[in-house]
Structures are given as C-alpha cells and as structure tokens.
C-alpha cells in the first residue's frame, strides 16, 4: 500500500460535522486528572459502537478512567498504537462560547478535548475500512496528562504488551503554530520535569527577637536565591534547564518566626544528565544552604516527575514525510522545542515513536496561552490532526 498517495481529506471532510460536535460535546463537560468518568464513558460507548475491541478499568489499563480501543486489520501488518490523552484543568472559562463548560472548576483549556476527538475519529475511520486494514491499531486513551501520573499507570498495567505494541505516536494541538500546519522535530521537543519540596526547618519565636531563634524564612529566602547559580554555575550553558519556585510558605503572623517555611518547585531540561545533576545538586546545596543560616533543610523530589520526550530521528522523519503527502511539504514545519512537559515522554521510553504537533491557533485573534482560562482552540486543526494522524498511522501499520 502506499504512503503517500492515499488521502483521507474527503474521508475526514465528510465526518467533519461529527468531529467538531464531538470536541464541543468533551468541552462542555471537562473533567479534571483521574475524574475522566464522562469522557471515557463517551469514548469506550463510541470504540465499541465502531466495533473495536474495549479494555476498561484499573486491572486492564491501568485507572478507572482510561480506555483502550484495539482494532484488528484483515491484511498482516504491524502493531502501532496512538495515544491521546483526555484530560481538564482547574480552571473557569472565560470565552462565551455556545459549548462553554458547564462545570465549574473545570475547563478543556490544552486541547486535549480535540486530543479525544480526534483519537476516535481516526478510529472509527480506519474501523469502517478493516478489511484493507493492515496489522493491529491501538488506541490509547489516557488519563491524568495534567498531574503527569496517567501514563505510567497504563503502562505499568501493560497497555503497550498486550497485544505487543512496536510503535507508539500521538499529537498536541498547539496555539503557537496556525491551523492547516503540523510540527515535527527529531531530538528533544519537550522538557523532563521534577516535582520537588524544600523543607527548611529552623526555631521559632518573637519576631522582635531574632537572635533567640532560629529563622527558616531567612535561611528558605537565601536557599531560593542561590538555587539559580545551580543553573547558571553548575550547568553547561549550552543546555537548557529551569529551576522555579512556584509556591512558598511560611508563618502566619508579621511577628512571628515560625518553625518551617516550605517551597515547592519544578526542574525542567531536555538532557538526562542535566536532570540528575540538578536533582542531586539541589539536595546538597539546600542543606549546606540552610546549615549555614543554623537550619535544616530537607529536599523531596516528588512523584510527579517524567523525562523529556525525545522523538527518535526514524520517527520523527516518517511523521514528515507523512504529514507532507498529505497536508503538503510547506505546510510542515520544525518549531522549537519547549520546556512544557508532557508524560508521552514515558510511551516514547518504552517504545519507538513520535509526538507532534498540530496548529491550532484561532484565526481573527492573537491566542491565548495553554493553561490560561481564555484558552480558544480554532477547530479546523481537527481534520488536519485526523488526516495526517491517519497518515502517519497507515504508513506505520504498513512498514516491511
Ligand atoms: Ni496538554
């Protein structure tokens, strides 16, 4: 079968009615990590409606809340799978739309609502076309992108060894490139990330007094401060990494020390070695930090954490090649990486595969940033995602 001449733009054109209801329907009814009850039940009702094969539930993917969807090709060919993750952010829309969510706290605002969208328009596609289907398509619906914990649980339950998956790909809509086009880049395209607390613990007392007492709020401040040397003295300046403090506590009163003062915080890099060093780095240097100031400090590196995604060359060049017979070579580009991260970095650990990205941004004004509440996706980026995914999909399945 060939790769590049086969075109599903009519294909997806006839279903594009279908597809963007389905998107609105998930918008307006976001759930947040691991609360996905709705949205898988949509999902696994609609996979197995196309009549695929529908694992659901803990001991078979891994949470309560994903969905896995296998279809078997009547033609020999290999086991691909394509991950989409479905998950919402804690957040209260603000754009009026007519599929505005209708749950408070809660809002479709990464894409990931078009992530499922998508995902299942590909299956359903490829479902009504079994018979000249080649090999094994699994469609991985997975749980908690947002809180970074859905992947490895799907993994662990072995989503990727029954049936035994050799390729894995997936998409993000992003507002930084414009609908119609489709991101691919080899290497490093999204950052590691560490969760991590620093814990500093002094002695407290009258503020009027400091000398009697032992003050973590001093010690935490220089801590903080100096953090960053860890970056700019420590790391080679050729490798990108982050250290932030995102939250910080301590005390309830302006008159008195209190006993603790707690951070929390985030390391980002694209290199593993960068990771392990700031990791190590960080809890040496903070208790040293603190010691001097006469307190102790205690660093966590929390569970939340995945490595970078890496697209493997191979991988990264057969989404080109794909995305470019269908959508056309100059509506392919190769943006920079980020440092957001994303847990398709742990599938793309376990196996060879690619993450791209998928232009969204809305057409008649400047976007607005991922995570925010004004987050607006332009929904023509859909059908791109559907087609070249179908592509991308399609050649993969059909490789010697
Ligand atoms: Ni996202």
């Known amino acids: 079968m060939s790769k590049t001449t086969l075109s599903w733009k009519d294909e997806v054109a006839s279903r594009a009615e279908g597809l963007i209801g389905l998107r609105r329907d998930f918008h307006r009814h976001p759930e947040l990590s691991m609360a996905e009850r709705r949205t898988a039940g949509v999902i696994a009702e609609r996979l ?3 009549g695929l094969e529908v694992r659901t539930g803990s001991e078979a993917t891994g949470a309560e809340t994903a969905v896995v969807g296998i279809l078997h ?25 007519p599929f505005k969510s209708a749950v408070p706290g809660a809002m ?35 749980p908690a ?67 009697l007492s032992i003050d973590p709020i001093t010690a935490a401040s220089h801590i903080l401060i100096g953090m960053q040397d860890l970056v700019s003295r420590e790391i080679d300046p050729t490798q990108p990494a982050v250290m932030t403090i995102g939250e910080i506590k301590g005390g309830n009163r ?85 440092m957001g991260s994303d847990d398709m970095s742990l599938f793309l650990q376990a196996r060879p595969g690619c993450y791209f990205w998928v232009g969204a941004a809305p057409a ?13 996706l332009n929904e023509d980026s859909l059908a791109v995602g559907v087609r070249t995914g179908l592509a991308v999909m399609m050649g993969a399945l059909a490789a010697p």
Request: hydrophobic share 40%; charged share 20%.
């Open 364 to 376: 008649d004004k400047p976007p607005a940033p991922h995570h925010h509440p004004a987050f607006e």
């Open 254 to 338: 302006h008159n008195i020390i209190p006993e603790t003062a707690i951070m929390r915080g985030s390391i980002r890099a694209f290199d593993q070695q960068v990771r392990d060093q700031l990791v190590e780095r960080l809890g040496a240097y903070a208790s040293r930090m603190a010691r001097a100031y006469r307190a102790e400090a205690r660093v966590t590196i929390g569970g939340q954490c995945c490595p970078a995604v890496v697209n493997p060359e191979d991988e990264a060049g057969h989404v080109h090649r794909c995305a470019a017979g269908e959508i056309g070579e100059e509506q392919v580009t190769a943006p920079p990486p980020v």
């Open 73 to 97: 090709g009547e033609r020999p060919g290999r086991t691909i799978a394509w991950r989409a993750d479905i998950d919402a952010l804690p957040l209260n829309e603000i754009p009026d739309l």
């Open 145 to 211: 992108e947002e809180t970074l914990g859905g992947a490895q649980r799907m993994i662990e339950a072995g989503v990727l060894d029954d049936p035994p998956v050799e390729k894995v790909y997936g998409i993000h809509l992003t507002t930084l490139l414009p609908a119609g086009q489709v991101g691919v880049r080899p290497g490093p395209v999204m950052a590691s990330s560490d969760f991590f607390e620093v814990e500093v613990k002094g002695s407290g007392g009258h503020g009027a007094y400091p000398h």
């Open 48 to 50: 197995q409606a196309a």
């Open 108 to 142: 479709h605002a990464c894409g990931h609502d078009g992530h499922a969208a998508v995902a299942i328009t590909m299956a359903e596609i490829l479902a009504a076309r079994r018979g000249e289907l080649p090999g094994t398509a699994v469609f991985i619906f997975q």
